[in-house]
């Protein structure tokens, strides 16, 4: 690549003093405490998240597009922007996952839904060098130093199911690296691995043994760019190293992970995953893991975390367990690298209160299925049935969300109630509005935007609401507490203003009579083990610790 806790055993035996003393150590202790499995991963496109100044512009992608299937000017340099002002951080984010910013085809499609452009990332022409609509590499690299600056981690997009649609100006590769037919059916394993997603997207041969040469395009492109000679020299030395072979899947292996050995990104978001043989993703997790460890011996630094693979099973929920079943066979990707499946599960169950989602993520996270990670979400990218869709309930999807067990991803915009319907737009085109950051001051926005934030920043504090175990204290109001290790909180929510509530507290909690309200930065008192409340707020964020 060219481009340069149960809380302690005993709970204060000692005075008052000592116990708070001890509390604020252990909340000390919760914050530099980060798990991939409970982790706030907001994730969000590039091309519509914020615009900044960026040294590089697409040129030629000038023909008139449907509604939001163009270039709209997010950039790289944007989302830095946004770190730099804190935005993330306030939100509680763990990790920042971005579409694919490898360069994409140059022209525009228009299969159904309107003329198109590669705005989205998934479109790959070259896994080799960054979209020009999004920036440059020296702008990745800043975004992905200013992200681990502020303690935030980056988890990358990998596409390597497919190519880009054929144009006429962006040609397929040869038939020994894609296929072009048949369509998917879907009704079993072959059916749903190697054949083609959907019309004029070329299918990597990810399965195939077979040694191949490199696409005639490909070279063509990097000679036209002078940097011919320089990647040729670094696909000898990868599978010299390595001892791969020089399959279709191997090259692209060798491209995304030269992102990992050269900035140290954090992770991968593999897309498409279930169409795809399982192997190859095996393989992408150890060469990603190796390139992991090298970039960190190479800057002599130690990672906070090993380096975390989430997959793209489409339909996937945890209610089946571990495995996705294609009819006529059953994977576990589990086996083959995978850390995390996205939960596709989880926007349905949001339908229900508060008390069904929380004890069955519980039940099914800490008891059924302890041995797996899921990435539950409200709103997504593709996925034209979200929860709440006309944006009606902002602070029950936070809620939800922000305090379910397990890992969770936020969508760009889901903290501000931005719109998944647009008048004009076709399809997904819908998911993938601009940010609406001018609406962030309205008064109705900006009091969403602090219950998130608030969520958040509780959420990332407190290792106990997406590792611990939970249990319901009270239905009216509803009251809930989470232990982990060290960690205690108690969490009421959807509360009357100004209602006098009184909460039994959990009896190992008993003796403790101090507790922290981080959502109004207030203090309450318990005596006799129940904490009586009286707030103005609609959630109170309990835990026995200083602010």
């Not at 030629?60 to 000017?73: M, V």
């Not at 935005?87 to 525009?108: H, M, N, S």
């Not at 990332?121 to 992200?147: H, N, R």
């Not at 793209?312 to 995390?340: H, L, Q, R, S």
């Amino acid at each position: 690549m060219k481009y340069p806790s149960i809380l302690f055993s005993v709970i204060c035996g000692l005075s008052l003093i000592s116990c708070q003393s001890s509390l604020k150590s252990s909340e000390a202790n919760s914050k530099d405490t980060f798990s991939w499995k409970s982790a706030n991963i907001y994730f969000l496109l590039t091309d519509r998240f914020h615009t900044a100044e960026s040294d590089t512009t697409r040129v030629g992608a000038d023909k008139e597009t449907a509604i939001l299937r163009g270039f709209e000017g997010g950039n790289i340099k944007g989302v830095t922007q946004k770190i730099k002002e804190g935005y993330f951080q306030k939100l509680g984010v763990d990790a920042i996952w971005t579409t694919p910013l490898v360069r994409q085809i140059d022209d525009a499609t228009d299969e159904g839904t309107g003329v198109t452009y590669g705005y989205h990332g998934y479109w790959t022409k070259d896994w080799t060098s960054i979209e020009p609509s999004f920036g440059t590499y020296d702008e990745l690299k800043e975004f992905v130093e200013t992200a681990h600056e502020a303690g935030i981690k980056v988890v990358m997009d990998a596409v390597l199911n497919h190519t880009g649609p054929v144009t006429d100006i962006d040609p397929t590769f040869t038939e020994s690296w894609v296929r072009e037919t048949p369509p998917c059916d879907f009704k079993d394993y072959q059916g749903t691995v190697e054949c083609t997603l959907v019309a004029n997207l070329p299918d990597i041969k990810t399965e195939s043994t077979q040694e191949v040469e490199l696409p005639q395009t490909l070279l063509d492109f990097w000679e036209s760019e002078n940097r011919l000679e320089q990647e040729i020299a670094e696909l000898d030395t990868f599978f010299n190293k390595t001892g791969l072979k020089r399959t279709p899947r191997n090259y692209i292996i060798k491209w995304l992970t030269d992102y990992v050995r050269e900035l140290g990104i954090d992770g991968f978001r593999v897309d498409t995953t279930k169409h795809v043989d399982e192997e190859s993703w095996a393989v992408l997790k150890q060469e990603a893991e190796r390139a992991f460890e090298e970039y960190h011996q190479n800057n002599n630094s130690i990672p906070s975390a090993p380096f975390y693979m989430v997959g793209e099973v489409y339909f996937y929920g945890i209610n089946g367990g571990p495995e996705y079943n294609f009819g006529d066979k059953k994977v576990n990707y589990f086996d083959y690298g995978f850390d995390a499946l996205i939960n596709f599960d989880f926007k349905t169950d949001a339908t229900n209160d508060y008390e069904f989602v929380f004890h069955k993520y519980d039940s099914l996270l800490n008891q059924a299925h302890n041995n797996i990670s899921i990435l539950s979400y409200i709103s997504s990218h593709d996925d034209s049935q979200p929860f709440d869709i006309e944006r009606k309930e902002p602070m029950k999807s936070a809620n939800m969300l922000l305090l379910a067990p397990g890992g969770v991803q936020m969508y760009y915009g889901d903290e501000t109630a931005r719109p998944l319907v647009v008048e004009g737009a076709v399809g997904d085109a819908n998911l993938r509005s601009n940010m609406n950051w001018s609406s962030i001051e309205n008064p109705e926005t900006k009091q969403i935007l602090t219950h998130w934030q608030k969520l958040g920043q509780f959420r990332k504090s407190h290792p106990a609401i997406g590792l611990g175990s939970h249990k319901m204290l009270q239905t009216e109001p509803y009251f809930f507490s989470r232990t982990y290790e060290s960690d205690a909180v108690i969490v009421g929510l959807d509360l009357i203003q100004d209602q006098e509530i009184d909460i039994q507290i959990p009896t190992q909690w008993s003796s403790i009579e101090k507790w922290y309200d981080a959502y109004s930065n207030r203090w309450f008192t318990a005596q006799n083990g129940i904490i009586h409340l009286k707030t103005n707020q609609s959630t109170v964020l309990l835990s026995p610790e200083f602010p």
